[in-house]
Each structure stands twice: as C-alpha cells, then as structure tokens.
C-alpha cells in the first residue's frame, strides 16, 4: 500500500518564522504535489515536481518555495510565514494520474 | 489556465436516495475527470474516474457522466448510505497528471 507521509499534523508558527512542510513518499513516484485546502476553495495547487531537483509552479506558488533534492521527498518552505497562510496543507505523490494524498499538515500561523 | 466549478457546495439527502454533484470545466483540451472522497479528518481517496473517450462508467452504487460537448460531468451516488457521508472533490487534467480540483461538496446523509 502506498503511503505518504507528513511529518507533522498540527504544527503553529509566528509571522515572519520561515517553515519547513516535508512528505516523505515510499512508492518510487515520479510525481509529487503540493495542495492548499481552504473551506469553501477546494483543493489548490501550490507546486508539484516531475523528478529530483525539478520543480514547477502551481496555481498559487507565491509566497512558498520547494525542494525536491530526493525522489521520496519533497519539502514545502514558507520563507516568511504569514496569517493568510494559515491552512491545510496536503502532499500528493502520483506515478500516472492516481493521487496519493498525505494526511495533511494544519498549519496555524499566528 | 483550467477552472473547475462544482455544485452544489453542500446537499443533504435521504438515507436510501440518490445524490448527484455536478461539475464544468473550461478547458477543452481536458481529457481526464476523477471524483476524490474525503471523510472527515481523512485524506482524500480516488473514488472513480472518466475519461474523454467514455461517456458513462459505473461500480457499484456510483456513476460517473461526461458530456464533452457541454464541459460537464457528473457523480450519481445511489442507495445513498451513512458510509457517504464526506466531502467530495471533482477534479480534470489534460493528461499532465496536474489535477485542478472542484471547490468541493458535502455530501451529508439523513438517516
């Protein structure tokens, strides 16, 4: 069974903190994501990567960074935390078009 | 770039009816249409997918429709059950494995 792994499930940071989201993935995917869930928004793609040291832009990259230097793991970086960054944050991972999801990360920024 | 809309964002229904969501899309170069369910505090899990080059495709009590000519497709649940109760997410791709996700729908079942 394929598992995607987050390494934290609550995690609360100040503004202005920079913080470190990592999945870890056991599968050999190829593909990895990076997904933001908000009430009411549904589920938005922050930025996802095809291999190692690749990676491209989402439908809302701004504000975060990633690095995939490893095939099983892929980290998102918020490089100055703030408040309306507060949210879920669910990794992916994909061989095809079949997502496997993370259990999320909720991140609270204060 | 895609966008997905999803109706409604929430339904109730009768335990033992049917329940249906629907969704447009506004790329027509897409040719992939998943349905994900996420039960609350969980993950979301593929539940059934469609593509282009089919019109209908069932397993068990769900069926998904697509109608490439109007960009919309569709989830039938039937017999709904308590177990269907979660927030459903449809979602298209032209092929890239990229995935734009509907808003979502929470599906709540009356027992």
């Known amino acids: 069974d394929v598992k995607v792994t987050q390494s934290s499930r609550y995690l609360v940071k100040r503004t202005g903190e920079k913080v470190f989201l990592e999945c870890v993935q056991d599968?050999?995917?190829?593909?990895m994501f990076w997904y933001r869930q908000d009430p009411g928004l549904g589920l938005r793609l922050i930025y996802f990567?095809?291999?190692?040291?690749?990676?491209e832009k989402g439908d809302i990259p701004e504000g975060y960074s990633v690095s995939r230097e490893k095939k099983e793991r892929f980290s998102l970086i918020l490089e100055s935390a703030s408040t309306n960054q507060t949210s879920m944050y669910l990794c992916?991972?994909?061989?095809?078009?079949?997502?496997?999801f993370g259990s999320g990360t909720q991140l609270s920024v204060l | 770039g895609e966008n997905v809309e999803q109706h409604p964002s929430t339904l109730s229904v009768q335990e033992g009816d049917s329940a249906v969501i629907k969704c447009t899309y506004s790329d027509s170069a897409s040719n992939y249409f998943p349905w994900y369910k996420q039960e609350l505090g969980k993950r979301p899990q593929l539940i059934i997918d469609i593509r282009s080059n089919v019109g209908e495709k069932k397993d068990q009590r769900i069926a998904v429709t697509l109608n490439k000519t109007a960009k919309h497709f569709s989830l039938h649940i039937t017999e709904t059950q308590p177990e269907d109760s979660a927030v459903y997410f449809c979602a298209a791709s032209t092929g890239n494995e990229k995935l734009t996700f509907g808003t979502g729908t929470r599906l709540t079942i009356i027992p």
């Open positions: 992916a991972s994909s061989t095809g078009t079949k997502l496997f």
């Open positions: 599968m050999d995917h190829e593909n």
């Open positions: 990567s095809y291999d190692v040291k690749m990676k």
